[in-house]
């Protein structure tokens, strides 16, 4: 992060063990004594453990677990994704701010990031349950060049990606519901929804929303999806930071989606293959209102579910739920 006070915190922490005097990052970062005695009250509010000893300066002591635009951009490894970061304490849904964003001209990788959602949504009307403070719920957008119809593989890379950071960073061993529920053992921890502004052969803009329960215990969950739901505290037993858990994501997300803009979906595929629920095996789908069973052979090279059904039938699907 390239703010004044990016740069304060980034000098701060590189002498976890000395006093910095006020004169020395008042020459340092080329602003008035004041003005550094004005940033470290606003890193304070942010969080922040400050120690302003008099004659020696300031020395940092503790790091918050707070979720705010400052916090999610320090540390942030990315060169274009949430360069724009947009916080917010309680929304109706990221989806709806970031809408209006992108309307307004936000740019390509802005993030907007909620601790809570009063109105979080799911695909087809449904609804998305944000407990405060307790999970990421978050939409980036995006200004793809590509053509509308690959959009629906930006949720398939974002599962892909969730993926990953869940493994690699959290440890546990997650599945792809196809297309877009994580799910681990057998709940969902994570939801993906993709939503498209654009016209006939240029995309305007996409704002792909996520949602993960973080740190949720089972009681945090209504009644008419605790069962089917579940949360990484559950799954870990453990808490988990969520800007840092962001920062994650950001991070790959970003270095997944250049490679999918270079090389295209094939790289996408084999990463959600291995990661797909119950490939291979028979399942119960439903497809215009209609359920039938199938066999799940995996996924097109264009992010399509492949499927078998019982007279041996191969389908593409374009648009299906698969039962659990
Ligand atoms: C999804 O829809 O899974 C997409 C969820 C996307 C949520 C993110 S949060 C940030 C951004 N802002 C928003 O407003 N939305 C996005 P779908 O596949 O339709 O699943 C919805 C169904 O999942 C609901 O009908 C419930 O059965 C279940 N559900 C709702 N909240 C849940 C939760 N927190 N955890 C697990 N399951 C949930």
Redesign the pocket.
Known sequence: MESTRGKLIEILSNHPEEYLSGQKLSQQLNISRPAVWKHMKELEKDGYGIEAAPRKGYKIMTFPDKVSSNTLSWGLKTRWLGQEMIHKPS??????I?HQEAQAGAVHGTVIV?DE?T??????N??????KGD?????IILRPKFEPHKSPQITLLAATVLAEVFKTYCGISPQIKWP??LLTGG???????TELQAEQDQINYI?L?????VN?GAEQ??E??VD????LKIETGESWEIHTLIQQILNTFEKRYEEFIEEGFRSVKLRWEAFGYRIGEHVEITTHQQEWSALIMGIEHDGALKVRDEEGKEHVLYSA?IKW
């Open positions: 929304v109706t849904s990221t989806q709806v970031a909620a959602q109105k979080g949504r799911g695909r087809l449904r609804s998305w349950h944000s407990h999970g990421v719920w978050m939409s877009n529920d709940k969902k921890l994570s939801g993906i929804l704002v929303g996520m949602g993960i329960n949720h969950f209504p008419e999806i089917q739901a579940t949360s739920e």
